[in-house]
């Protein structure tokens, strides 16, 4: 089989037709209710069996979890795509250097790559681009998600320059593995898996960010191509230096960050409704435990993006795991929140090795102290 397709799924970008539009958007929605259907049905099934014997065996325990967060990133990639249908999206362009910040999100994902026993193969030459980073960050851990999705060996990036006209284009590819393929069988395809929920968000924002995207099928080997118009050479030709901002700029979108993972350890709930009031507006991925064995459980799996922590729970067992992810990301974000007051201060001012932000200051200081800790990674 040998298919390849550019922006699968598109609605023409000069739509004169608003009912063409409007039909996309409708069969997306009608996508993701029946994507977010089929593993929540699987899950309930789970759940009668658990109420009916009162008893679940690991096993059990944890395809009704991978049910349910399959679920979950579904809404979360259709929530998502709901910013671009909205349009009017800001964008803040500055010079990346892409290798690096490839090489930040792939360290991030190793852990979760590991444990469902998928390797990461980068080659990757060094090249600086002009992009939004804060979207780019999004688009490619919304890459790593769909080649997880769709293998199960390994998964390889490489980026290649073309000399002239310079542009670079970020490779990844992959092969198809299904239980037909590991028995020696035909393999079956599954377009359907392909264009998921997370691909439609892959391809839009690609699309927004106006970096050409292609995919290719041939046999059981998929592969991506991303290109980037605006790559930087010596003579900085067809970029205007005006364009450029050499330090962070901190996007114009209304949740820059969407999408970026935020692990919250609190024992108590009042706690933990606070912070997840406190950030609900920013578009994270939250996830709350309640003790610092429960977190370091949950990073064996796979690393979030930052950390929050409520300050009672500030002993030795939370400087082992801090020590333990900083070895691993030199610059990983530690959030805590102190008992009283309303002080916030971000990392590495006056000597402050994380940040912290006082618990009557959740709602005011907690959002913008997160962003800069989450933008420092990028």
Same mark, same amino acid.
């Given at each position: ?11 023409? &970008? ?15 929605? !009608?996508?993701?209710?029946? +994507?977010?259907?089929?593993?929540? !049905? ?40 709901? &910013? ?22 792939? #360290? ?6 590991? #444990? ?10 060094? /090249? ?19 080649? /997880? ?54 391809? @839009?924002?690609?699309? #927004? ?25 010596? @003579?900085?030709?067809? /970029?205007?230096?005006? +364009? ?42 939250? *996830?709350?435990?309640?003790? /610092? ?7 064996? %799996? ?17 400087? %082992? ?9 030199? *610059?990983?974000?530690?959030? %805590? ?35 800069? %800790? ?5």
């Amino acid at each position: 089989m040998d298919m390849s397709d550019s922006h699968v799924g598109h609605p023409p &970008r000069s739509v004169s037709d608003d009912e063409t539009h409007l039909s996309y958007w409708r069969r997306m929605v !009608s996508d993701a209710g029946a +994507e977010i259907a089929g593993p929540l !049905s699987a899950a309930l099934e789970h759940i009668h069996a658990l109420t009916t014997t009162g008893h679940i065996d690991r096993a059990a325990l944890r395809n009704l979890r991978d049910e349910v967060e399959q679920a979950r990133q579904v809404g979360i990639a259709a929530q998502q795509l709901s &910013r671009f249908a909205a349009g009017h999206m800001r964008q803040s362009h500055e010079r990346l250097a892409l290798a690096d910040t490839v090489t930040t999100v792939m #360290t991030h994902r190793a852990r979760e790559t590991q #444990t469902r026993g998928i390797q990461l193969k980068l080659l990757l030459k060094p /090249v600086d681009v002009v992009i939004d980073a804060s979207l780019f960050f999004s688009l490619l851990n919304t890459m790593v998600d769909w080649a /997880v999705a769709n293998t199960s060996v390994q998964i390889d990036f490489s980026i290649e320059v073309k000399t002239w006209p310079a542009m670079a284009r970020l490779l990844c590819s992959f092969n198809l593995l299904s239980n037909e393929a590991l028995n020696g069988k035909p393999l079956t395809v599954n377009t359907t898996k392909l264009d998921s929920m997370v691909w439609r968000l892959l391809e @839009q924002t690609a699309l #927004t960010m106006n970096l050409p995207l292609t995919r290719s099928l041939q046999g059981h080997r998929v592969e991506l191509a991303l290109s980037f118009p605006r790559t930087v050479n010596d @003579q900085m030709q067809g /970029v205007s230096m005006l +364009e450029l901002d050499e330090g962070f700029a901190p996007s114009g979108n209304s949740k820059p960050l969407a999408g970026s993972h935020v692990l919250v350890i609190a024992s108590r709930r009042d706690m933990r409704v606070q912070v997840r009031d406190a950030t609900r507006h920013m578009g994270l991925i939250v *996830d709350m435990v309640s003790s /610092v064995n429960e977190a370091r459980d949950f990073c064996r %799996e796979g690393l979030p993006h930052a950390v929050i922590f409520e300050s009672i729970l500030n002993g030795s067992d939370l400087a %082992e795991l801090r020590a333990e992810l900083l070895l691993e990301i030199a *610059d990983f974000p530690f959030i %805590e929140i102190t008992e009283h007051g309303s002080d916030h201060m971000m990392s590495g001012f006056g000597g402050a090795e994380h940040a912290f932000v006082g618990r009557d200051a959740l709602q005011t200081a907690l959002p913008s102290v997160l962003m800069y %800790e989450l933008s420092k990674s990028l």
